[in-house]
Structure formats: structure tokens, C-alpha cells
């Protein structure tokens, strides 16, 4: 072969390289740009969770246990301290994930005590670590990380 063509080859296999390493990297960037394992903050399959929020308790518990996605689940929160000027609601979605609206509208059972019904949905990627998102309407919102069962 001339020096041309042994160039023109060179240059080939160099350009096959880079397509090749682009296109691993393409196929690798996911994966690495995934946050790192969300920690849980509470075991809602072992009893209610509680956050403190603007000096209130909130209370959250979910049943029936184990807490499963893709079942209706009734969500209670109980909250301590003066009256609410308007009902509390959840948003329910994953850490680190954007997702459609989730919302469970809840409505008072007793004074300081809310309950509503929800579906947790099931993840495609098989992750199980979801949050509920409680707020109190011109207080805050507190935030519960847990785990459901496929």
C-alpha cells in the first residue's frame, strides 16, 4: 500500500474507534447519571411515620400492610397543634424521577385526623422507594421517604 492509503486507513480505523466509544458512552450515560441510592426516612410497613413541621406533629400512616404498589391504599395524617384553615393533600411520586401528578385529596375524619385513598403505581425501572409529600395548606409541607412491595 502507498502512503496514502495507509493513512486513509489509519485515519478509518480511528474514526470506527471514536464511533464505537460514543456510542458506549451514549449507551453508559444513564446509568452514571443516576442518583445515588435514595435513603428511606421512615418503615411504613412497621407502623406510622412523623415529621415535625412549624412546631406541629404530622403523623402519616398508610394501610393495609405491607403497603403494595397497584392496591387502593388509604392514607391517614394527623397533625397536633390549632385547626388547619384548609384539608391537607398528598403527592405521592419517586425520588430523583419526573412523574404525572399523584395527588390523594383528604378529608377529615375527626379534628386533626384525615384520611383519603390512593394507588402507588408500579415502577417500570423496578425501583420501590417512593415519598408522600404532606402539606399543610400556608405551613409547609413535611415529606416521608419509604418503601412499597412489588
Known amino acids: 500500500m502507498d502512503p496514502a492509503s495507509n493513512r486513509c486507513l489509519a485515519m478509518a480505523r480511528v474514526a470506527l474507534g471514536a ?9 453508559a450515560a444513564p ?13 411504613i410497613h412497621q407502623g406510622p411515620c412523623s415529621a415535625e413541621l412549624a412546631g406541629r406533629n404530622v403523623e402519616l400512616d398508610i ?14 395524617v394527623t397533625i397536633s397543634g390549632d ?3 384548609a384539608a391537607p393533600y398528598i ?5 430523583a424521577m419526573k412523574m404525572g401528578p399523584n395527588r390523594v385529596e383528604m378529608v377529615q375524619q ?13 415502577c417500570p425501572s423496578g425501583k ?3 415519598f408522600a ?3 399543610l395548606p400556608e405551613t409547609g409541607t413535611a415529606e416521608f421517604v419509604f418503601d412499597v412491595v412489588y
Not at 464511533?19 to 449507551?27: D, E, S
Not at 393495609?64 to 392514607?75: D, G, H, I, S, T
Not at 375527626?110 to 408500579?122: A, C, F, L, S
Open 91 to 95: 403527592d405521592l411520586g419517586m425520588p
Open 83 to 85: 385547626r388547619l384553615s
Open 133 to 135: 409529600r404532606v402539606t
Open 128 to 130: 420501590t422507594t417512593w
Open 19 to 27: 464511533a464505537i466509544f460514543l456510542a458506549l458512552a451514549a449507551a
Open 31 to 43: 446509568a452514571l447519571a443516576q442518583n445515588p441510592e435514595v435513603r428511606t426516612t421512615c418503615n
Open 110 to 122: 375527626k379534628e386533626n385526623t384525615w384520611t383519603g385513598k390512593g394507588v402507588i403505581v408500579r
Open 63 to 76: 394501610s393495609p400492610k405491607p403497603v403494595k404498589a397497584m392496591e387502593e391504599l388509604e392514607f391517614r
